[in-house]
Structure formats: C-alpha cells, structure tokens
C-alpha cells in the first residue's frame, strides 16, 4: 500500500517563498500522475499544480507554483513563490493512475500560513 508524507509546511511572510515535499512509499510514483491541493479554513478542497508521468505540468495559481518531482527519490515537489495571504492552506499531494481521473492516495497534509 503506497503512502505519501507531505513535509515543509510552516509560518512565513508575504512575498516569501516555500518548498513542499512529498514522499512516496510502498510503490514508486513514476508509473503515476501527481497534484498538490489546497484546502483554506472553511472551503472546499482545490486542484493547485499536476504532473503526469510523462512531465507534463498543470498550474492554476498564475504561474506563481511549480511542480517537480525526481523519480529517484520517489518525492515530488511543491515550489511556491510570491506567497500571499491567500495561499494559506493545508496541502496535499495525491497519486492518480494515468488513465483515470480520480486522485485515489493522498497524504495527511501540511499546513502553509502566509501572513501579511
């Protein structure tokens, strides 16, 4: 059974930048697509930035995040830059089966707080 620990969450500033980190273990994640999500205080649960297995990259914050992984490690990444009040959240990474449209393996999550 795979298990995905998200790490690197914490309390900064705004305009500063944060790297999330998201371990894979009991199955590599290479053969499988990846996406951090959000979710703020009181709202509903949101797509951040994806990558397939081939690499091809999905953002929906203006370019400000960047997804990256290294297979090696089985870790995908989470780089957010210009961070701004609203990007505070818990994060999560998620596993999906290329094919499917379901993330069906998350992590626990990793609180982001941004203040201003």
């Known amino acids: 059974q795979v298990q995905l620990v998200e790490s690197g969450g914490g309390l900064v500033q705004a305009g500063a930048s944060l790297r999330l980190s998201c371990a894979a273990s009991?199955?590599?994640?290479?053969?499988?697509?990846m996406g951090w999500f959000r979710q703020a205080s009181g709202k509903e649960r949101e797509f951040v930035v994806g990558?397939?297995?081939?690499?091809i990259r999905t953002d929906s914050v203006e370019g400000r995040f960047t997804i990256s992984k290294d297979n090696a490690k089985d870790t995908v990444y989470l780089q957010m830059n210009s961070l701004k009040p609203s990007d505070s959240a818990v994060y999560y990474c998620?596993?999906?089966?290329?094919?499917?449209?379901?993330?069906?393996?998350w992590g626990q999550g990793t609180q982001v707080t941004v203040s201003s």
């Open positions: 990558i397939t297995r081939g690499g």
């Open positions: 998620a596993l999906r089966t290329p094919g499917t449209s379901t993330y069906d393996v």
């Open positions: 009991g199955r590599t994640f290479m053969w499988y697509d």
